[in-house]
Structures are given as C-alpha cells and as structure tokens.
C-alpha cells in the first residue's frame, strides 16, 4: 500500500511582489563535519532546463519549476525549487550506483523537508546500510536538510 501526504501553502494574500528570503546564515563546523562523515556523498547541481524538461515529462505546471520571476516575486522562494520526485529518482540513482548491482529496491520511503533551490549544489548522503536499510538524506550547501529518505532492499 502507498500512503502520500500532501501539504500545501496558504493562499496568497499579501502584498505582491514578495521580497525573496535572504540566503542562509553561513555552515556552523557541526553542519560541515555531519557533511564530511557519510559513508556515500554525491554533490548535485540542477539547471534550469532540467527542471523545465522534468515539469514537462511529469505534467507538472507548477511555476515554482520553471518561472523564475512567479517563484521570487509571487511565492517567495529565492530561485526556482527542485522537484520533490526529481530529488527522490536522483536519491535511488544513487543508491543503485552502489548496491543495485546485488540488490533490488524493495521499498522507499520519504518526506520533502525544506525547499533545494536550482543553481545551488547540494549533496546526497547516504551511510552504511543496516540489516537491508539504507538512511539517505539530501542537504543543501548550509547543512539544511532537504530530503530524508529510507531504502529497503530485498
């Protein structure tokens, strides 16, 4: 069975155009050494026209993916956001590059946590499975993370 929590923003009602958020303080020396001991660590950096071809390729019309100017000024977002599911393919890409030659996938679980901005690296960070359970998360260039995901292997 496969259960999916959908959450979603308020109207919008203030004032428009919105300012958009400041970046990020900078990394605290925690955020950087959880960074540093992932067993597995692969850095992304997304495009605009990968996330203009992934809103094409899912039907997903949502601005927020492909309008730069509909994100900063009506949403608020400081640059365009990386889809939930494109990050979740890009997670089990991964995790096959290491145990799918062995192992199939035998259940994902996942929650979106904080908004991964094109144009900013960010990594994936997986640490040695246990009993069959691989702990993967996603964390952007100020140790904020993004994704939290858990693989089962057959």
């Known amino acids: 069975m496969q259960n999916r929590n959908w959450i979603f923003r308020p109207e919008l009602t203030s004032p428009l155009p919105l300012p958009p958020p400041p970046q990020p303080a900078s990394l605290s020396s925690n955020q950087e050494s959880a960074a540093e001991t992932a067993a597995y660590s ?9 996330l203009f071809r992934f809103s094409a390729l899912t039907f997903n019309a949502h601005k927020i993916h492909y309008n730069r100017e509909w994100c900063r000024t009506i949403e608020g977002h400081r640059d365009l956001v990386v889809h939930g599911p494109l990050n979740l393919i890009l997670i089990v890409d991964f995790w096959r590059s290491i145990y799918g030659k062995k192992h199939a996938v035998k259940k994902v679980s996942y929650r979106a946590t904080n908004p991964l901005y094109v144009g900013e690296e960010y990594k994936i960070l997986m640490e040695e499975e246990t009993d069959g359970v691989s702990e993967v998360r996603i964390v952007d260039l100020w140790g904020k993370t993004g994704m939290r995901a858990r693989i089962e292997r057959f």
């Open 42 to 50: 692969l850095p992304i950096t997304l495009t605009p026209v990968t």
